[in-house]
């Protein structure tokens, strides 16, 4: 009788590496490969505001935060340890000056952080508040404006004041890298749209058809749009998710128009939040946190009663899962960036709270624990494999 084949054994997991980010500092939790036991590493930066914080996973040891020193300003630190040391950049994110002594803008917070492609190591992206697109090509030591979007002629248009009404300032956020392609980029801003690049972010197209905005608007403006959150699919690169100001929305590229696929959340829930997560092997799969998105905003879990919703047809049925969470009287939320997912089967899933609170999921989310408590509001949550 023929042998049978041998069986490759299945990798063994590796420790994850916890990175939160908050209003007075940022933490380091490290996991063990059970995800059962996590040790504490800080405060980093205490009392400063650390907007992002990410693991290069190209080198597995680089380090990006971005903060904003009290009254020293905006700046960039790195590490090159996994965090035992920083170092502040050389040349952090700053538009160019204004010509003919004309009044520009300023940057006063680095947003967002995203590692560039693969095949170009070094690369790094940023945005900013107000609405600005920077590029480091030395791993996040110097930056430089992105011309193609900074200078755009449409950018006063799209962006709209600086005092636009956006809590903490507009900013630029989502920078997404195609995984297939270094210069296929998508961008979002708050308020201002989405737009796409295909030539590596010298120009842009506006990525706005199919999505709503308040009434009394015009939705043919990229002003008037406020997407919170994008993100592409790592197992279906043609396909984009957006949890947006006005709804929950899919994007299966080539196309070019969003489908709103908020419309079948809980009436009494609503599609309005910040985050939302994607399964990282299945396209049909995906995670979003609702909060109270009433006429007054409350910016609170709605009654009370947080919750996360899960859907596994690509948005066309969602479930609650609430698992382990509070039943009653806790009235936060999660920001666009403190939401993330493991690859690990199944699928960890992590938040950190408007209250200072971590909570994680083993089993995709249907189950809740706490991790941490008692920190400071919680901007960014990301997960990552140690080496």
Known sequence: MPSEPERSAAPTPRALLLIVATRKGAWLYRGDAARDNWRVDGPHFLGQIINHLVLDPRDGRTMLAAAKTGHLGPTIFRSTDLGQSWKEAARPPAFAKASDGAVGPSVDHTFWLTPGHAAQPGVWYAGTSPQGLFRSADGGDTWAPVPGFND???????????????????????????????????????????????????????????????????????????????RLCPSQPDR????????????DRPERKWRNIGKSMPAAIGDVGFPIVIHPRDADSAWVFPMDGTSVWPRTSPGGRPAVYATHDAGATWQRLAGGLPDSQAWWTVKRQAMTGDRRDPVGLYFGTSSGEVWMSRDEGRQWSCVARHLPEIYAVEVAELP
């Open 240 to 251: 984009l998710y957006q949890q947006n100001h006005c709804g929950i929305y899919r994007l």
């Open 152 to 230: 755009d002629p449409r950018y006063q248009r799209w962006m709209g004041s600086v005092q636009d009404g956006t809590p903490d300032g507009p900013k630029l956020h989502s920078i997404i890298v195609d995984p297939r392609d270094a210069a296929h980029l998508y961008v979002a801003m708050s308020s201002g749209g989405v737009h796409e690049s295909l030539d590596g972010g010298a120009s842009f197209s506006a990525l706005i058809d199919g999505l709503e905005v308040v009434e009394g608007f015009d939705a043919a403006d990229a002003t008037f749009h406020d997407p919170h959150c994008v």
